[in-house]
Every structure is written in C-alpha cells, then in structure tokens.
C-alpha cells in the first residue's frame, strides 16, 4: 500500500465525487445515469480509486452497493472535502462580487416566522443577484452540526447557551419576548386589558413542556403564581399553532417580533396581557478563524438594520 502523500496526489476529486454519487445511489447503473457518463467509465473509476488506495470501499451485490467499513471512513471525508471546495469556489466568486454571492443561512421556526423574512426581503431588495439557502433546524444542532460541519455560513436565531462557545462569534441582534395571542374574531380580542389568572381555563394551543417555548410560557405563568394551563392542543409548529388560532377559538404564546411582521397578515392580536419580564437573545453565530464570505458582511449589516428598531422597542 502506498503511504499517504502517494496516495493523496494519485487520487482524483472526479473518483471521489463519483464515489460520492455510487454510495448515495446504491447502484453504478443509477450513479452513471445521475452524472451522465456510462457504466463501464464509472466501474473503472471505482476501481482505480480502490487500487490506489490498495482497500475495496464497495461491497457489491445483485442487489446494488454499499460502503464497506474504509468506505464509510471514506465517505465522511469525501463529503466534508467537497463541502470545502465548494466554499473555496463560492468564496472566490463571491470576492470577485459580493453582490452575486451566495449564502447559506440555518434558523429556527420562530425567526424564521418573522424577523428573518425581513431580513431576507430587505437583502433581496438591495442585492437581487445574492443568492441564500435556508436551513431549519433547533440551536444547538445549527451550531454544533451544520455551523461546524460548514453546512451553513451563519445561523440567525435563539443563542443555544449564555455562554458562546469558544470557537463561536456572536453577535446579539435584540432580546426576544413572548405575548398572548389570540384571533381577530376571538372574544378576548376586544378586551382593552386583561390579566393573565383570567385566561387559565381558556382554549389553549401550546408547544410541548419541554421545549424552550413551552418551558418559557411555564416560567411565565409561574411568575405570575399561577399553575400552566391546561393544553387542549400541544403542537410545536407555529404554522399551525397561527392556523388554530386563525378560529377565534384559542389563545396561545408566540414571539413578539414575529406578531410585529406578521399580525395584520395572519389576523391574529397580540393581547394587553401584563407578562413578567422574561427575555431571550436572538443572534448571529459564526465561527471563528473560517475565511469570511464576504456576501456574509452583507447579510449582517441587513439584519443589524432590521433588527435596530425592533431592539429599541424591546429596550422601551
């Protein structure tokens, strides 16, 4: 077996890319057709790839292929390195015209329900041609999945700790709240104040207990000496929570800068309910020591100027 300087200059990025696209097919026959080169050219491929590296990485079967134990190794690797060479690619691009660059941004529902559409409207206005790619998933998983594995170039949303991690940077836009709500139609809608203890035995649609919101919204009530009412609708999707409430025929928590872009449009109200102070940050996370995107600086100057007023109204 060649050492590993040997083999690394032998190798070429078409056979791992065509690696790549065999193990996610399951089959050469299906390989071949996705990238439009014939069989035999993909066959021989595979089959330089594993005399280079002197190891079989497909196990074949009537039934298609799989990766063997130095597949799977292989794999990972192979991914990660094409990951980076696109980055290398869309960097380059983008420092020719930042203008015309390309973003890839990971956030959570809840922004994604109100601040980060404006973001994003905002951005589009001003650089048309900047093309962005938005990914959902929960804090912690942007952070230390998809922000390390540099599936994303930043994530906007809720911090996953008060502390940022070492290789983070961070960047706090405004502290977020939450608010009752209900629908125009709804009779509560009408009211000019009301207290929170009036509301427990309310229709209520809540996310679950153990979720950030639903641990927030069981703070809340706490605050207020009061037991969490009783859900007759536990969902954590904020679609159809903002579908049920639509009805007029339940109440729920949802994030103040959400209510603030998108009331009007989806008839819902916040109501005058006084809640106990309790906030949390939305920001931008980065990592540290990646080569900027300089499309990324764009980005972030859009969402510090959305963001601003929004802040100051929190602040008030």
Not at 1 to 26: H, P, T, Y
């Amino acid at each position: 077996m060649l050492d590993a300087s040997q083999i690394s200059r032998r190798i070429k990025l078409r056979q791992l890319n065509v690696f790549i696209a065999v193990v996610e097919c399951g089959s050469m026959a299906k390989a071949a057709e996705q990238l439009a080169i014939s069989q035999p050219v993909i066959s021989k491929m595979i089959a330089d790839l594993e005399q280079t590296l002197g190891l079989s990485v497909l196990e074949r079967s009537r039934l298609g292929v799989e990766p063997t134990l130095y597949g799977r190794a292989l794999l990972r690797r192979s991914i990660a390195l094409c990951n980076d060479l696109r980055t290398s690619v869309d960097e380059l691009q983008t420092l020719a015209d930042p203008r015309t660059g390309e973003l890839r941004v990971g956030s959570t529902e809840p922004v994604m329900a109100g601040l980060l559409p404006a973001i994003v409207d905002r951005l589009s206005r001003e650089y048309p041609r900047l093309a962005l790619h938005i990914i959902e998933d929960e804090p912690p998983e942007l952070q230390n999945r998809h922000l390390r594995n540099h599936d994303i170039d930043v994530m906007i949303a809720r911090l996953p700790s008060p502390t940022p991690a070492p290789d983070t940077a961070v960047q706090v836009l405004l502290h977020e709240s939450g608010v009752v709500v209900a629908g125009l139609s709804n009779p509560w809608a009408r009211r000019r104040k009301i207290r929170l203890s009036e509301l427990i035995d309310e229709r209520w649609c809540l996310p679950p207990r153990e979720s950030f919101p639903g641990g927030w919204i069981a703070n809340a009530f706490q605050a207020c000496g009061l037991e969490m009412p009783r859900a007759n609708v536990t969902v954590y999707s904020i679609q159809m929570q903002n579908a049920l409430l639509s009805t007029g025929r339940f109440l729920s928590f949802l994030p103040a800068t959400m209510l603030h872009f998108s009331a009007k449009r989806l008839s819902l109200k916040v109501l005058p309910v006084e809640m106990p102070v309790q906030m949390w940050p939305i920001g931008i996370v980065t990592l540290k020591g990646r080569t900027p995107n300089p499309a990324l600086r764009l980005l972030i100057e859009c969402a510090h100027q959305v963001a601003k007023p929004l802040a100051s109204k929190a602040r008030s």
